[in-house]
C-alpha cells in the first residue's frame, strides 16, 4: 500500500484512509500543535513542554512522567521500533531520544501532526496516519508498542476477536524474537477499590463488576491478560508494575523486585496516591499502607493499579533491576534524579542519577548554603520509620497522642546534635549538615537501630534540630495519608507536644521562623507545577 508524503506536517497519509472516530477535541488538539510549534526546545525533559500543561488532556500528552513506564527495558541504538498509536508523540520523543529507528503510526492527522512536530529534529522518526490494523510495511521490527491502546481493541479492531485481531497485528510486524510492550490499566487496580472512577467509562466499580459490554475500553486483571497473550502466542512474559499508574509513572517495580526477600518494594510506595482522571478522589483508605499489606501478602502485583508487559513467543532475558523512581515534575529540573535499585538479595545497589549532567549543584536559605548530590549506595533492608509513623497516625490521629510516635527519631536526631547550650530552647541545639533531610521517610529501622539512608542533601553550615523536626513532622502528616488531613495548627500542635515530650520548648514565633527556612528550601527546589497542591483536573475522561 502506497502512502503520501504529507509536507507540511512532515507525516505519512494514504489517500483512502479516514481518521479513527477518537478526540480530544478540535479546540484542544490545535492547541496542542500550536504549543508544541511554540517551543525551541521539545525535549523528554523540555521546560518549555512542561510549561503547556494546563489541563488532563496537556498534562497526557506533555507530562515529562509519560516515558517513565519505559525505563526498565532496554532499547538499543537502532533497533526497530512499532508505536501503534503515538498521540501526541510524548513516548516517540523518549524511543527518538533513544536512537531508535522508530515508525509510529496513529490515527489522526491531528494528533500524528502534533506527534511529528515533536520530533521535528530528530531524523530517526516517522510518523503514518492510518488505522494500525490495517497498516502495511515491508520492515520488520525488534520491538511493537501498544501504550494505552489494547484496551481499545472493542472499539477499533475486529468485532470477532478485538484483542486477538490487534496482537495479530504486533505478530504480523516483528521479527523473530521480537517483543510486545504493553502498557495498561488494571481492572483490578487498588484505586478502583478506593472509588477511583474507571479510567475510561467514569464510574467507580465498573471493572471491579465487570460490566463491559463491548461499546467501551475494556482492561484486564493480571491473570486475564496474561492468559490472553499466551493464547495468542506471546507465553514468554514478563511484568512491570507502574505506581501510581502507567499514564503518570512515578515508580515501577519488577517482577523479582516484588520476590526479592531483601527488598522491601512496599516502602518506595509509603506516598503514593492514586488518582481519578474524572473526578476528585474521595479515598477511604490510605495507599501507602493497603500497598504494604499486599505486599507482605504476596498479593501487591495482582493489585497495582497498572501493569507494563513485555512479551514475545521465544524466551528473552528478563530485567535484573528492582525497581526504579523519579521525583520528575516534583522538582526544579536542575535537581530531579532518577533512582535504580539492582543487584541480588544480599548486595542490592542504590543508584541515583541527576536527570541533568553537570557539577553538584548549591542553593542558598537564609544563610545557609545547601549542596545537591548524588551517589550510588548500599540498600538497607529494614521498616521505613515513616511507615512505622503512619500507621500509629491511623491508630491514633490526634497530636496529643500521636507525638509519642515521633519519639525515637526526633532522639536519635537529639542525640546527634553538635552542640547543646544548657537551654531548653530547641533554636540552641545543632546538627552537622548532613542530617538537612534527616526526615522519617529517610530512616529504616533494623535490628540495630535507626539508620539513615538517601543522602542527597548537605548543608555547609550547621542547622538548628528544630528545622528538621519541624520539616520532618510536617513531610509525614501532610505526606503520609491520603484520607487524614492536617492543617498547619495540627502539625504546629504535634510538633510542640513532641519537642516538650524531650524536654524542649517551642514558641510560635520560633516555630515560623523555622517554617520561613522550609518554605524557602522548598521554592528553591520545586518546579513551579510541583508547587499546585495535589493538581487535579476534573470532568475530563482520559483520552490517550
Request: aromatic content about 10%; hydrophobic content about 35%.
Amino acid at each position: 500500500m502506497t502512502y503520501v508524503h504529507d509536507a507540511e506536517h512532515n507525516i505519512w497519509v494514504r489517500k483512502d484512509s479516514a481518521d479513527i472516530l477518537y478526540s480530544d477535541g478540535v479546540a484542544k488538539e490545535d492547541r496542542l500543535f500550536d504549543g508544541v510549534e511554540s517551543c525551541k526546545d521539545r525535549s523528554v525533559n523540555s521546560p518549555e513542554i512542561n510549561a503547556l500543561i494546563t489541563d488532563w488532556a496537556s498534562e497526557y500528552h506533555f507530562s515529562a512522567k509519560r516515558h517513565f513506564v519505559l525505563k526498565g527495558l532496554e532499547f538499543e541504538k537502532n533497533q526497530a521500533v512499532l508505536e501503534l498509536g503515538c498521540g501526541c508523540g510524548a513516548i516517540s520523543r523518549y524511543l527518538a531520544e533513544q536512537g531508535v529507528e522508530l515508525t509510529s503510526v496513529e490515527g489522526t492527522v491531528s494528533r500524528a501532526r502534533t506527534a511529528s512536530r515533536r520530533c521535528e529534529d530528530l531524523p530517526n522518526a516517522e510518523f503514518y496516519v492510518d488505522n494500525f490494523t490495517k497498516f502495511q510495511s515491508e520492515k520488520k521490527f525488534d520491538w511493537v508498542l501498544f501504550i494505552g491502546v489494547l484496551e481499545y481493541a472493542p472499539l477499533f479492531g475486529d468485532k470477532a476477536d478485538p484483542f486477538g485481531s490487534y496482537l495479530d497485528v504486533a505478530k504480523r510486524h516483528l521479527k523473530p524474537g521480537g517483543k510486545v510492550v504493553i502498557a495498561i490499566e488494571n481492572k483490578l487496580g487498588l484505586k478502583y477499590w478506593n472509588g477511583a472512577s474507571e479510567d475510561h467509562v467514569g464510574r467507580p466499580y465498573y471493572g471491579i463488576h465487570d460490566l463491559y459490554d463491548g461499546r467501551s475500553a475494556e482492561t484486564f486483571s493480571k491473570l486475564e491478560i496474561a492468559t490472553l497473550l499466551a493464547d495468542n502466542g506471546f507465553e514468554h512474559q514478563e511484568f512491570h508494575y507502574a505506581f501510581p499508574d502507567y499514564k503518570i509513572c512515578d515508580t515501577l517495580i519488577t517482577e523479582v523486585g516484588l520476590s526479592s526477600k531483601g527488598f522491601n518494594a512496599a516502602d518506595l510506595l509509603l506516598g503514593s496516591r492514586s488518582r481519578d482522571y474524572s473526578r476528585k478522589l474521595d479515598p477511604a483508605f490510605t495507599d501507602g499502607l493497603a500497598i504494604s499489606t499486599l505486599s507482605k501478602a504476596g498479593l501487591l502485583g495482582e493489585f497495582a493499579n497498572s501493569f507494563l508487559i513485555t512479551a514475545s513467543a521465544q524466551e528473552f532475558t528478563q530485567s535484573t533491576k528492582l525497581a526504579l523512581t523519579h521525583n520528575i515534575g516534583k522538582r526544579h529540573p536542575a535537581f530531579t534524579c532518577e533512582t535504580s535499585f539492582s543487584g541480588p538479595d544480599c548486595e542490592i545497589s542504590v543508584q541515583k542519577t541527576a536527570t541533568l549532567s553537570g557539577p553538584h549543584k548549591k542553593i542558598e536559605v537564609g544563610r545557609y548554603t545547601i549542596c545537591h548530590d548524588t551517589a550510588s549506595a548500599s540498600y538497607i533492608d529494614g521498616d521505613s520509620e515513616a511507615g512505622q509513623i503512619i500507621r500509629q497516625m491511623h491508630r491514633t490521629p490526634r497530636p496529643v497522642r500521636l507525638w509519642r510516635s515521633f519519639i525515637p527519631w526526633a532522639e536519635y536526631l537529639k542525640a546527634a546534635c553538635r552542640q547543646t547550650s544548657g537551654t531548653s530552647a530547641f533554636e540552641d541545639m545543632t546538627l552537622d549538615g548532613s542530617y538537612i533531610d534527616a526526615t522519617p521517610f529517610n530512616f529504616i529501622r533494623t535490628n540495630d537501630g535507626l539508620t539513615q539512608i538517601d543522602v542527597e542533601w548537605r548543608a555547609e553550615q550547621e542547622i538548628p534540630l528544630g528545622w528538621v523536626i519541624a520539616r520532618g513532622v510536617r513531610q509525614v502528616l501532610m505526606h503520609g495519608s491520603s484520607n487524614i488531613s492536617y492543617n498547619r495548627a495540627r502539625i504546629f500542635g504535634t510538633v510542640r507536644l513532641l519537642l516538650e515530650g524531650m524536654g524542649l520548648t517551642l514558641s510560635e514565633d520560633e516555630y515560623e521562623r523555622v517554617q520561613q527556612l522550609e518554605r524557602a528550601f522548598m521554592s528553591a527546589v520545586q518546579s513551579a507545577p510541583a508547587k499546585k497542591k495535589d493538581q487535579q483536573y476534573r470532568g475530563e475522561l482520559i483520552q490517550p
